[in-house]
């Protein structure tokens, strides 16, 4: 049945996330058509990305079709659907009972777990045992159930929760862990089905506060001002930033947080085209302690609690540095109702060190750059964890990503004197397990044109011989990862491996074809079995490498729903039927794993670990493409001249 009513919109672009009143009516519409029962929770409600080709033929001002997609729970039933809902036509288009499966587990659920829990009396049983009366001060955190096959989990929306107690009101909450306590609760029904006690260990005896009142504060930090009188070097015009010949749009989705979409780079008048669409597209973080309350530590962030839904609001001069333009981000709450999640994307230009230099010692001559780089970045809590998500874009036509890892470890408790095998002690009976943190990264790549192929390039020494007669000879060998068979790859540093993007009918001055190079950064491999629930779960994290041929069903790296997901969903289904992929519309996917060897250091709130890659211009200019920088504007006494930043 056809509503009457359009929803207004603001959106200028195809691409624009939805806005509050899109969503809003986007559940309306939902509503009066499908009459969704009393206990249904909406999980999700974000744009439903028009065609790839839609979108690169629009031009500003042409008519867009505003759709949303949909997932929500029936908690009555325990059934989950999808929907695709047209804004523009007033309708639901597509309605769809998705079997088997759970989707994440939203805020509402967390809020509503926690209270269950704390009313349960075997859990305040529990609690009695360990000496807490006062259960105003305990934590209880929906930790993702994962998929052990255990029968009685079968059909359920589970969650395995655990609890911490603050030493006061406000404490740090992740001092004192409950150890050997785990309960579950079913989400739908809201019950605690148990709560799996085994044994009392002491509560950890330090409070672990990082306030300055119980940390202190270090003398002798001068002020540093950032000015930009001028205001800042980029524009942003709704969603559509523009900076230093890079031209892109931001996206926003409750599930992956930030988006990146239409990526292109301006060289000698024409925009070039380098990629339509990146996103954190799953992580997971297996955790290596095989007891009890540690083994299904496994979160998804991103499938699994929608990363998005957990942006923080970002405030200058703390997250950001300068002069910053922010963006809300809009999601639903599982009522259906818009939620603003203000500042939530941070834009900013920041210093980036020199850009290039040469000094001319006859000449007595100095030619130097400085560089900037534009900063696109949004931060999530996820329970004890932060993530930041922070694109670079640099004039020299690279694109970093960077994940900033900060917040707090997830914990346990040990009795006086124990230490486990499986991790470290990072304050007195305070334990953090072993842990990794794997990325995967989608990166739809359009590289001078839709049409690209993917080469390894790996370094080789010459075999000694007439041809190599010094034994000094090395050269590169790239291969064609001609099928999704073979686009399975792992790192291999010792090689100089690096993965190129190519488009085969565009070429460069010199007769190649140009390309952009993935450079990873640091990595690992995954510990966990092969036939742990978690790598079955999370196959996208036993490769570093994978490449798809262009489908615009597939988006995540676990799989539409990994929570509670038995495994195989994903990029292993994705390339099952290893499709060609030379010369044809590919996807790029980049896992990489922080690897977490907890450190006293990191408590009670880690230092910041980053981690991430680049993307290199090889060939896809004719030349260094940032000599048109201008000089920098100097300092002190090297004023003037062609030396100007040379001290003699
Ligand atoms: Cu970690």
């Avoid at 970045?377 to 993530?387: F, L």
């Avoid at 291969?479 to 690096?498: K, N, V, W, Y």
Wanted: glycine content about 8%; hydrophobic content about 40%; some cysteine.
């Amino acid at each position: 049945m056809a509503s009457t009513a359009a929803a207004e919109t603001t959106a200028s672009h195809p691409l624009d996330p939805l806005g509050a009143a899109e969503i809003e009516r986007a559940w309306q519409i939902v509503c009066e058509a499908r009459a969704p029962g009393p206990r249904t929770r909406v999980i999700f409600v974000m744009l439903h990305e028009p065609a790839k080709k839609a979108v690169l033929a629009h031009r500003m001002g042409d008519p867009i079709e505003r759709c949303a997609f949909i997932v929500l729970v029936d908690s009555a039933a325990g059934r989950t659907y999808e929907a695709v809902v047209s804004l523009t036509k007033g309708r639901v288009l597509s309605w769809e009972h998705v079997p088997g499966v759970q989707p994440a587990i939203v805020l509402d659920e967390f809020v509503e777990c926690e209270a269950a829990v704390r009313a349960d009396p075997r859990w305040q049983a529990a609690m009695r045992k360990r000496g807490v009366t006062d259960f105003s001060l305990t934590m209880v955190d929906a930790w993702s159930a994962g998929n052990f096959g255990f029968p009685q989990d079968e059909g359920r929306r589970l969650v395995r929760a655990l609890t911490w107690v603050r030493g006061g009101p406000a404490d740090n909450g992740y001092a004192r862990p409950v150890a050997n306590l785990l309960t579950v609760v079913d989400l739908n029904e809201m019950t605690v089905l148990a709560v799996e006690d085994g044994g009392v260990v002491p509560l950890p005896p330090e409070a672990a506060n990082y306030s300055p009142a119980a940390a202190g504060e270090r003398s002798g930090l001068k002020p540093v001002a950032i000015h930009q009188p001028e205001g800042p070097s980029f524009t942003l015009s709704g969603h559509e930033l523009a900076w230093q010949k890079w031209r892109l749009r931001i996206g926003f989705t409750p599930r992956e947080g930030l988006v990146i979409h239409t990526v292109t780079y301006e060289d000698q008048g024409r925009e070039r085209p380098i990629l339509y669409r990146a996103s954190v597209a799953d992580m997971v973080v297996p955790y290596g302690d095989p007891r009890p309350t540690y083994f299904h530590r496994n979160a998804f962030d991103v499938g699994e609690y929608g990363i998005g839904t957990l942006a923080n609001a970002l405030t200058n001069g703390c997250d950001c540095l300068g002069e910053i333009r922010y963006l809300d981000a809009v999601v639903s709450d599982s009522r259906g109702r818009a939620v603003t999640l203000p500042n939530a994307v941070c834009i900013h230009e920041e210093d980036a060190g020199i850009l290039w230099k040469h000094f001319d010692w006859r000449l007595g001559s100095t030619e130097v750059r400085r560089s900037r780089r534009l900063v696109v970045s949004s931060i999530s809590t996820v329970g004890n964890y932060e993530y930041g998500f922070y694109w670079y874009f640099y004039q020299d036509g690279a694109i970093e990503l960077q994940v900033k890892m900060t917040g707090i470890i997830s914990n346990g408790a040990e009795p006086p004197g124990v230490k486990p095998i499986w991790g470290e002690l990072v304050a007195p009976q305070v334990y953090g397990p072993i842990h990794q943190h794997f990325f995967n990264v989608r990166m739809d790549v359009m590289v001078d044109g839709l049409d690209n192929s993917v080469y390894e390039v790996n370094t080789v020494a010459d075999p000694p011989g007439p041809g190599n007669p010094h034994h000094n000879a090395f050269h590169t060998e790239a291969t064609l990862l001609g099928s999704e068979g073979q686009a399975q790859r792992l790192i291999d540093p010792l090689a100089g491996r690096f993965w190129k993007i190519v488009n085969p009918s565009a070429r460069n001055r010199l007769g190649e074809p140009v390309a952009y190079k993935l450079m990873p950064g640091e990595n690992v491999r995954p510990f966990a079995g092969p036939d742990a629930a978690v790598t079955k779960r999370a196959a996208f994290m036993t490769r570093h490498l994978w490449v798809t041929r262009y489908d615009p069903r597939e988006r995540y790296a676990a799989g539409d729903y990994p929570n509670q997901h038995p495994g195989g969903a994903g990029l292993p289904s994705y390339v099952a039927d290893d499709a060609p992929l030379e010369n044809t519309d590919l996807v790029v996917w980049y896992t990489f794993g922080a690897h977490h060897v907890v450190r006293p250091e990191d408590w009670p709130v880690m230092p910041v670990t980053p981690i991430g890659f680049m993307l290199k211009p090889t060939g896809f200019f004719d030349r260094n493409p940032a000599l048109d920088v201008p000089r920098p504007t100097p300092h002190g006494a090297c004023a003037s001249g062609e030396s100007a930043c040379h001290a003699p």
